[in-house]
């Protein structure tokens, strides 16, 4: 069953996106949230307490952000009766849009915040282009060119 029904109706081209959507099966653990700080910045936190940095690594696979944390066995000897905080490995995948590059990251307190940018390059930004009229150079640069080729043919 298709949980974005009126949206496929409403839009064309974005089949694909909906698929993905549909299909993508997210753990639960680790809880994390995904903000808009910005116009073209993101932040992702995620609840990972009782990690230490050494134990978490972020890595950016063209469009994926992939994050990996892998406890390091307890060596202290003490025996828990209650373990109500989960220290479990997790590895969690986030996909990114186009132009989307990884800032930094930080721990604290038990979040990992993993600040993104949207970095479009120049000659993908929108632009303004301006109309002339018919008599400027563009008509005389195309009558040269064309007084170019007679001469040469």
Known sequence: MRTFD???RT???FDR???MLD?????DWPPYNIEKVGENDYRIAMAIAGFSPDEVELTQHGPELVVVG???DDQSGRQLLHQGIAYR???QTFRLADHMKIRGATLENGLLA???VREIPEELKPRRISIGTGDTKVSKQIS???ERARKAA
């Open 6 to 8: 009126s949206l496929y």
């Open 114 to 116: 993993i600040d993104i």
């Open 70 to 72: 892998q406890k390091a």
């Open 144 to 146: 040269q060119d064309t």
């Open 23 to 27: 299909s993508g099966t997210r753990t």
């Open 11 to 13: 839009t064309v081209g």
């Open 17 to 19: 996106l909906f698929d």
């Open 89 to 91: 490995s997790f590895r």
